[in-house]
């Protein structure tokens, strides 16, 4: 690995945008998608001191893994644990014992350190044209702008006002837009009565060693499909977003740490951790801050709060979890309102790929769901063969500068 470079000079005004960017994406992590981690260890017959211990092990890992990458890169690499790989879990778990399920963990675990090592999934990211990269992007965040206003109907007072605040202070302060209708909807949310924090019990999670079993039945029901169902629903749409934003670092090292990681905390419950998609986003545009260079304070912070939610266990997970859905869903999609514009504008910009990159994006947006694989996944395959058709070929290889004019730091390949 090259040196880490001498990080650009902070002022206290520089840590409050990409400090809260990076509570936003935990707290949308948590609220959004976390109870599928609950719903697999119920489906599973999991004890409270196992779920516990899963909630442990996912949080901390993340957010070490965060935390490394980012301070040792200077951008904000955002970890999260495998959604779609807990959602298959709700179905697998049922058949199979917990302690075969911990060993496929651990296999798949480890073959993502293998990839990481070898280099190869590097290759196979520069070979994606940055429009239907963009396009994918786009595509996979629409859900998340159209939510912000969906709301409207469940809850029309609390959507309403966060929209209304977000633009006026997005005229007048928009650096801080972000922050303040964070702070205005717990405020009004609390003088509602709507978060009861009064049962809340902070309690230290402990860890608990689950020994692994293995076999071939849950290496083809679990280790192959949570590999899979992984690589293209987590760590390539992942890695696009920090490309769609300017950010260098090389693919290996991302899944060589956070392979390693679940490899370290699977017989403590973790199913896999990977780079974020949808969350980092919220890190790696402009409302993280408008200096791309310091953006990397979000990954720093994500990864402080993710720890923090594992010491504590499942009490700060149930804290993110009790907020209003119609909250979560507007706050992240005013968050993403900015990345959604610039992938859209930069999918659309080079009028050699942009039907392929409209194609793209409306196959992504569709939420395809084929063979147990999601929409992220057929979305690019849809959009890659559509260059194809149109092209005769792919670009021979998009280099990591090339794709995007650089927005900060220095290439990570390794």
Known sequence: MPPVSSPPSLSPSDLAPPIVAGLISVIVNYGGTFILVFQAAKVAGLSPELTASWVWSVSIGVGLTGIYLSWRFREPIITAWSTPAAAFLVTALATTPYAEAVGAYLISAAAFVALGLS???EKVVRLIPPGIASGLLAGILLQFGIGAF??????PLLV???IIAYLVLKRFIPRYAIVSILVLGLAFLTAQGRVDLAGLQFKLAAPVFTAPDFSLNALLSVALPLFLITLTGQYMPGMLVLRNDGFRTSANPIVTVTGLG?????????HAFN???ITAAICTGKEAHEDPSKRWIAGIAAGVFYVLVGVFGVALAAVFMAFPATFITTLAGLALLGTIGGSLASAMA??????????TFLASSAKISLLGIGGAFWGLVIGLVAYVIL???LPRRVSVEGARPSAVGRGGAE
């Open 119 to 121: 280099g190869y999934f």
């Open 150 to 155: 969906g709301g409207a109907s469940v809850d």
């Open 160 to 162: 309403g006002l966060l």
């Open 262 to 270: 679940s490899l370290i905390m699977a017989p403590f419950g973790s």
């Open 275 to 277: 780079i974020a998609a």
């Open 350 to 359: 080079d009028p050699r790929s942009r039907e392929a990159a409209l194609i």
């Open 391 to 393: 092209h005769g070929r």
